[in-house]
């Protein structure tokens, strides 16, 4: 089992719509969470981070943790054709010295 | 704006040629980390500096080696390229690894996208 399994899409949308990326975990000691979006060819960019349980919105984005059932996701409000892009949950545990598990990403495309 | 850096931004390279990535950072972040991401693939982590500790993964290659001469800058290190190691090359930043507890935000910088012939 991936340490992180995201769903690699493509996820298409019509404009204006709610997308929903959905990322699962293995590590129950996985404390820190973040969601990055890569378009193609550029580097990770930072969407936003999650740490406890519950709804975080920052937005259009709200970021959705469970840690009992060890799955985050992303939610994009009216999603624009420049939404799309490939999105990376990435995931970390406690005292592994900042190291960040990612996921394969997930393929989002916003159709206008 | 403060940043982080990275050249250049496209390296070609023949087979068995050294090659070394740079990074430099204007953000004063005490950790350096260097990820390779493969084409389709997930970032992946290399090794990183916690100020000068050089910290390496497990199953980073001794192909790969890394120098941070000081705070701003930070070197990738390829001693003898295989086609194997085509790939971007992200270098991120964080001002500490942890800060109360939880992971701290890690930034990226453009990346090197290295070709291999």
């Known amino acids: 089992q991936k340490e992180v399994e995201q769903n690699s899409g493509p996820l298409s949308v019509p404009e204006g719509a709610i997308a929903s990326l959905n990322c699962t975990y293995s590590?129950?000691?996985?404390?820190?969470f973040f969601w990055y979006r890569q378009y193609s060819g550029k580097s990770p960019e930072l969407i936003m981070s999650i740490y406890s349980n519950g709804d975080k919105e920052d937005g259009r984005f709200t970021a959705q943790l469970n840690k009992a059932s060890q799955y985050v996701s992303l939610l994009i409000r009216d999603s624009q054709p420049s939404d799309s892009a490939t999105y990376l949950c990435a995931v970390a545990v406690y005292n592994q010295g900042g190291k960040l598990i990612f996921g394969q990403g997930t393929e989002l495309s916003v159709k206008p | 704006d403060a940043m982080v850096i990275q050249n250049p931004r496209y390296q070609v390279t023949q087979f068995g040629k050294p090659v070394t990535l740079s990074c430099s950072q204007t953000?004063?972040?005490?950790?350096m980390y260097w990820y390779q991401q493969k084409s389709s693939q997930a970032p992946k982590l290399l090794f990183h500096y916690y100020d000068k500790d050089f910290n390496n993964e497990a199953d980073t290659p001794d192909n790969f080696q890394s120098r941070r001469p000081n705070t701003s800058f930070c070197f990738l290190d390829i001693r003898s390229p295989g086609l194997g190691d085509a790939a971007m090359y992200l270098c991120a930043t964080s001002r500490d690894r942890a800060i109360r507890g939880y992971t701290d935000t890690q930034y990226f910088g453009p990346g090197t996208r290295l070709t291999v012939l």
């Open positions: 590590d129950r000691g996985s404390q820190s």
């Open positions: 953000l004063n972040h005490n950790v």
